[in-house]
């Protein structure tokens, strides 16, 4: 089984990139903001305490992330592999995806981190705030987000990086070069 983590902040291209990584290897996309956003709409009692804590600019307490995250693996047992995107986000949500998957049978096939620096993070967000109309999309609320990611979740490369799982891809260019520069990291396993 093929686990992939797709690293970046947001504006990365994780999204764009998911999509054509699902295409051509038949993947599952878990993304933690698609599934926070599913419970949100649908008003369940989970999605009204996510919507508080993304209203206010907060990351989801883990035990919630993981305990979503694995009952989204359990949906999908035939699944040739996942792509993690926006998770994990500490090096404890990374260590307790190693030991759900371990429990599995599998384990982390490679972390692939998007580089984007800032300047170019800010003007893909103002474009994509343009197109969409996303509550987290909103300009002091997707700040606060990188702000976490370059202060807290890039600790998380590290982790990986001793497990010599982390590849590094330059995010900025033609979206299809940086595809097949992903490709090439999914093709080596």
């Known amino acids: 089984m093929l686990n992939f983590v797709l690293f970046g902040p947001p504006g990365a291209g994780k ?3 998911s999509e054509k990584l699902i295409e051509r290897y038949q993947l599952n996309h878990i993304s933690t903001g698609d599934i926070f956003r599913a419970h949100i709409s649908n008003q369940t009692p989970l999605g009204k305490q996510v919507s508080a804590l993304i209203a206010d600019g907060q990351l989801v307490p883990d035990a919630i992330t993981i305990a979503m995250l694995e009952d989204e693996v359990d949906k999908n047992p035939g ?4 792509i993690f995107d926006g998770f994990p986000r500490t090096v404890a949500q990374a ?3 190693d030991e759900f998957l371990e429990s ?3 384990s982390i096939t490679a972390v692939i981190a998007l580089d984007v620096d800032q300047e ?3 003007k893909r967000i103002a474009e994509r705030q343009k197109l969409t109309n996303r509550a987290d999309d909103q300009a002091d609320k997707l700040q606060k987000r990188i702000e976490e990611y370059f202060s807290k979740t890039i600790h998380v490369l ?5 497990q010599h799982k982390l590849s ?5 260019g033609n979206i299809d070069d940086i595809f097949a520069e992903l ?4 093709d080596q396993h």
Do not use: D, H, M, R
């Open 79 to 82: 699944a040739k592999g996942f």
């Open 183 to 186: 490709c090439g990291v999914v």
């Open 158 to 162: 590290p982790y990986y990086e001793a």
């Open 120 to 122: 170019e993070l800010t």
């Open 95 to 97: 260590a307790a995806l």
């Open 168 to 172: 590094k891809i330059n995010g900025i």
């Open 15 to 17: 999204g764009t990139q």
């Open 104 to 106: 599995k049978g599998s």
